[in-house]
């Protein structure tokens, strides 16, 4: 099928009628600016064929234009050699609308009969049609409705591939699947058995039964736990009881509350000595104290004097070597000022050197590139005559297509000739040409074709009149003439030995021009634009004149000369550098160490005064020490005696904790065993009541019957299991021998994608998911790249050559679409859309392709049948 003109009322911007005609079979352009309707004309054609005329759905209500009014769209389309107009009227009167098709000035269909053949020509996208490929709504190429287009993809794949049906069956594959997945269906879903299903009652059936099972065999562990625990309390509840038991806990109490008493009493003496021995101890810390800080001071004192000698001595050391450091420093500076200069000196001149060096390096840079330019635009002047060249001749489709007519032809001529009437006379001896056909004598002996028919004179007898039956009409031969006929037109050829010959002319063409394009790629890998930016970039200043050799420099000197020079220089001034750098450490320490020397100088003067002001009113005599030590022995003995008092009576001191421990045990226990006997008649009550209503259900015999349904319904689940099993496993199987297949029939996509894709990139490589057939990796240069981690305009780019290669399959199949994109590349950089340009003109020789894009200056280059949307009133 092929759109030849597209005609629009009353749709959104398009209230008056408007038309876009002239639409070629190859390539078809369209650029306009934007707001001026072009996703317009895409939306009114996706709804003449997608939506039937009687709808007034929220697609078309958005066709409607804002001043009202109904939409109605023409589009004239070409069919098998035959010309059709389509008229479809949508209206806001819900079952209103009309479609009407004509075949030339005839009314060929209307109504439902119209809808049904429109069906028939193109299917929608949800039901595999081939359009929800090729259509491609604005800036939309990723492939955002793969799930839409699966079938479309896999039907395409399937028909294209004809081992499929050997291995793996085809439909009869499909049909088994799908009876396998609607099994598994009505017993699972993803998330584990599905709702009302016979697994589902299974497993609930399973688990009702299990519950009743454990709910009633907790029932008779109850039971018998019940009747053990009665048992077991009226044992314990004879012996709380017992006479014997309740006086051996009376007196226990009684002897234990006498203990704690005589324990208490003592613990009070023990107290008073304890804190008398803490008293006498307190009294002699204090005194050692101040006898430790009397000897302190005094120590203190004469370690100060010491302190103050020595900094006073390390003060004058330091203030004589400090002098000589600084004369040094300043020497070394002046040596290291000397050293640059020179240093300065020699890198100025080596500069002057070094830039003459390298504007003569780009001089001889400019002339290569020059020369290089002018190759890489004398190969583009042969490249764009070769591209001229191309554009006559048939190409390769349209070579087979005029040796199908041809042979087509000479098939219809043989079997014309075969299913003809035809007469094979036998003559009697000496009566040989008597009988004449048309006018002249007749042989005998052969088959004679009459498809005509013809009048046959018989002499004596008459005239017999011959007419061809049925298989000599002519329909079948004029129609192979029309077609053989029709396709040399197309190339615009007379015979097919001109068109061989000019096939040939184009395919030779084409080999120059891929041998040319390779040379321009050596010339220019870059583009010329690159070259022509190179030869810019380079420096054109004129070499300054270079200046003397200062005074005491040798005039001839080379660069590499200058550069050892330099070398030598730079070392000497980075060792002047050194030794400045040390010599103003040195200095720096003597000052660090002669301020570190004044410090402790002075830290020691502060510490001897604060030593003098410690002692300042204390006598500092022998008499004074004594007295001291003499007041220590004194408390000491004192301590002694509280120490050894202390120490007697906690020997025969009471243990008073365990005593209380036993007298709270005593009484706790008596406590403890009345309420114990309590607890135990109020719990043997309770017992009673429960184990007579328990025992009134017959639980034991329920638990019996219960576990017996329990086992035959699991039998039952593990059956429906068993059934699910087979089918997963079943189901597996299928989907491996699926994916063996479709390693099997991916190959056609590749085949008809690498060609385009090596106008992208040479050495690339497009990897394609089987199942979905949709690219999945790209490698290039070494690298494998995940199609979701390229950038946008890559997968732009890779997503439409995709689409380009289904095009062509679907040529080949028998059933061409045409291509409709608009403004589908829109992150494609200048370099790569001439590419996409080639990649479009390529395809073009076998469908039909509309462009509809606002980037017009950009997409001059493409070249096609310009497109224009016109009022239809308007002549031209």
Known sequence: MKIRAIRLENVRRFTDPVEITGIGTGLNVLAAPNEQGKSTIFDALHAVFFKDAKSWDKDIRALAPRAGGEPRVEVEIERDGSCYRLAKQFQKASGKGDLRIWQGDH??????????????????????????????????????????????RQDLMSSVAGEVDSITGGQRMDAIRRDVRQSLDRLVTSRGAKKGGAL??????????????EELADKVRELRGQLDQRQDLRRALTDLQDPETQQSLEARLRQSQQELQAAEQYQEKLTVAEQALRTATLVLDNHNSALAGFLARRKDRAEAEQALSVAAQTLKQISEVLDPAHAEAEQAEQVLATAKAKTQALESRLAQMQRAARLEQAADQR????????????????????????EHGPDKAAMERIETARDTLALAAQAQQLGAFALTVTYEPGQEGRLTLDGAPLAGGSRLPLPEGGSLVAPGLGRIELHP????????????????????????????????????????????????????????PEGVMALMQRLDALPVETPPAEAGAPANEPEDEDMDQLEARLVVQRAEMDASAVALDQARQSEARHRLDLEGARVSHQAAQQRLERAEAALAGQSDTAERLAELQQRQTELQQDLAAQQAQYQALQQDAPDLAPARARAARAKSEQAATREAIQA??????????????????????????????????????????FEVAVLRRL??????????????????????????????????RLGLDAGQVLPDQLMRAGQEEDF???????????????????????????????IILDDAIVYTDDARIEKIFDALTLQADEMQILVFTCRQKSFRALGGTQLSIRPVSDPA
């Open 107 to 152: 009314l060929y269909l209307q109504s439902d009969a119209a809808e049904a053949w429109l069906q028939s020509l193109i299917k929608s996208p949800k039901e595999g049609g081939p359009s929800g490929l090729l259509w491609v709504r604005q800036g939309l190429t990723n492939f955002a409705d793969a799930k839409e287009t699966l079938a479309a």
């Open 200 to 213: 589902d009652q299974a497993m609930h059936e399973v688990a009702t039964l299990a519950a009743r099972e």
């Open 469 to 524: 039956g049925d298989g000599a009409g002519r329909d079948q031969l004029d129609q192979a003439q029309r077609a053989l006929a029709a396709a040399l037109e197309v190339v615009q050829c007379d015979s097919i030995t001109q068109a061989r010959a000019a096939h040939q002319a184009r395919q030779e063409a084409r080999i120059r021009l891929e041998e040319a394009e390779g040379q321009l790629q050596v010339l220019a």
């Open 367 to 390: 002339r290569a590139l020059q020369q290089t330019l002018k190759q890489a635009r004398s190969v583009m002047q042969q490249v764009a005559a070769l591209k001229a060249q191309m």
């Open 788 to 818: 979701d981690s390229l950038s946008g305009g890559t997968q732009e780019q890779i997503a439409l050559l995709v689409r380009l290669a289904f095009a062509r399959l679907l040529a080949r199949k028998g059933q061409p679409a045409p």
């Open 680 to 721: 135990h008649l109020r719990d043997l009550a309770v017992l009673d009541s429960r184990i007579a209503t328990t025992a009134g259900m017959a639980v034991e015999e329920e638990l019996a019957e219960v576990r017996d349904q329990l086992s035959a319904a699991q039998n039952r689940l593990a059956a429906v299991e």
């Open 731 to 764: 189901d597996q199987a299928l989907e491996q021998a699926r994916s063996a297949a479709q390693e099997a029939y991916i190959g056609p996509v590749l085949q008809e994608l690498q060609p385009l894709l090596r106008l992208l990139w040479p050495e690339a």
